[in-house]
Structure formats: C-alpha cells, structure tokens
C-alpha cells in the first residue's frame, strides 16, 4: 500500500522525499515497479471491469449488495465486503436517495372503502392482490402522470398508463391492461390510495364488473400503500434521477423503457431474494406449475 501511494503521488511529490516519510527504501520502490503484477491485483482489475460493468447498465442504481448477486450470477465468486471495498477504492456509489412529494386527492364526495389489505403484503400467489397508485413527472413542455397497477406476489408491473391529465380515465386504462394481461380470477383484492380517481363510480365499477375486492388505505397513512411508494420512489430516484425530459414524448419512451423492460424483467428485488419479478414468477410456474 506504501508503494501504491508513492507510485500514484510521485508526478506531484519527490519519491525520495516520500519513501523516507513512509520508511521504505528507494530501490525497494523501484523494484516493486517492474515486479510482475500480482495474481491479487489482476482478479481486483478484473472485477473492477464488471463491477463498473454492472453498475452502469444498472444506471448507478446498485449498491454492493445487488451488484454482489448479479456478480454471484454470472459465476464470479466474491463476497459483499469485497464488492463494497471494490467500490470505495474506486469512487463507485450508489445514487443518493431523495424524498418525493406525492399527493392524493381525498377531498371529494364519492363512497371510500375499507382497508381490508391492512399492510400485509405479503401475497401468497400471483393474481391474488394488486396495489394502485398514481405519480407525476416533470418535463419541459408540463406534467405528465403515471399510474401503475403491481401484483404483491411477485412486484410486477401488470397495468400502466401515462397522461397529461391525472383523470380517472388514467387508472382505468392501467387497469384494463392489467385485466387485458392478466384475467385475474374473482376475489382479486384491488388495493388503493383514496383518491378520487379510484373512489370514482366508473373505477368502481369496473372492479365490480370483474369481480375485484375494493380496498382502500386510510386517509393521510401512506404506510398502507407502501409497496407503490417505493416502486415510485426506485423510478424517480433510480431511473430519472436529476435528468430533465425535454418532451413528454421523451418522458413517455423513457419510461416504457423502465416499466417494460428494466423493472420487470433486470432489477433485482431484495424482496424476492434478489430475483427479477419475471424470474420470481416463472420460478413458480416451474415449480407448481402456476397459470
């Protein structure tokens, strides 16, 4: 480590000057310079390259715990505190979590249901509970909102949808393509936020019509719908971080790329035991033959 210090300072300090401050000799320095690169330094070098590999395809979103499994995955044997040690020497870190403002519009007149999910998450089979929400992204010509429809099993993204208007046509075309996906079978629980876009006659109807369990999170708790919380948080924070879409039709490709692609079927889930939500539910399908 003396060695590596001398040899990354010695443009700018004396290396005469700096083997007597860390009493080592001059020729012992220069010798460690022609040495033959260790078999250490060469598998650091080597994992290096994938970490970083990972890490950007990953858009700076793993830290040493995700980038581990996915190194675990691909064969090459390393431990987390190595992963993480990796990182630190070379600069790597995570993206720094930020808080997002979310909104709910509970002020209106339509019936609310109970909250009958109660935060057990914790769904036993695909098709059993879906969790809803909406969310907003900024671009440079205005708003544009997002709602989502994820089953708890598995955490997938079964029904989305994206506008300009924050409607109630905007979470019935998230769950038509839900239902379209899925055909969930009756006694599907149907979990929401109390907004008035859910609590809406049409919204409502629907679920009835498919015979879904309308559920609804208390007024003002967002722990009861926490699931949708944190999805909208790991796209705000993970995927969109602090670039500015300059259209919606941008935004729009964007993050079809991230529901569509990214989230489903590459980020690894510490829920799922680091699993993609595809792989978690064709895990199933393997193995109960599910579906």
């Known amino acids: 480590m003396k060695y590596q210090f001398i040899d990354t300072y010695r443009s700018e300090f004396v290396v005469e000057r700096m083997c ?145 208007q924050m409607s109630q046509s905007l979470v019935i075309r998230a769950l038509m393509m839900a239902l379209a996906l899925r055909k969930p079978p009756r006694g599907l629980m149907h979990h929401s936020d109390r907004g008035s876009q859910y609590a809406s006659k049409a919204y409502r109807e629907l679920l009835r019509q498919h015979g879904m369990v309308c559920s609804m999170s208390r007024k003002g708790n967002c722990w009861d719908n926490s699931p949708m919380e944190r999805f909208f948080r790991s796209l705000k924070e993970e995927w969109i971080g602090d670039q500015l879409y300059n259209t919606r039709e941008q935004a729009y490709r964007d993050l079809r790329e991230y529901l569509m692609v990214y989230y489903n079927t590459k980020r690894l889930h510490s829920t799922l035991g680091y699993q993609t939500p595809f792989q978690f539910e064709n895990n199933l399908k393997k193995v109960s033959g599910f579906y």
Not at 24 to 31: D, F, L, P, Q, R
Not at 103 to 111: C, D, G
Request: charged share 30%; hydrophobic share 30%.
């Open 20 to 164: 007597r401050v860390f009493k080592v000799s001059k020729s012992g320095y220069y010798a460690w310079r022609v040495r033959p690169e260790s078999n250490r330094a060469r598998e650091n070098e080597q994992l290096d390259h994938h970490i970083k590999t990972i890490y950007r395809k990953n858009k700076g979103t793993y830290g040493s715990p995700r980038i581990t499994k996915a190194l675990n995955r691909e064969n090459i044997a390393c431990s987390e505190n190595r992963v993480a040690r990796r990182m630190r020497v070379n600069g790597i870190k995570a993206k720094t979590k930020k808080r997002f403002k979310v909104t709910t519009n509970s002020k209106h007149t339509h019936p609310v249901a109970e909250n009958l999910l109660g935060q057990n998450f914790k769904a036993q089979r695909p098709n059993q509970v879906w969790a809803s929400d909406i969310t907003y992204i900024w671009t440079q010509e205005g708003w544009l909102y997002l709602a989502v429809v994820m089953d708890l099993y598995s955490r997938r993204v079964v029904g989305w949808c994206l506008d300009r």
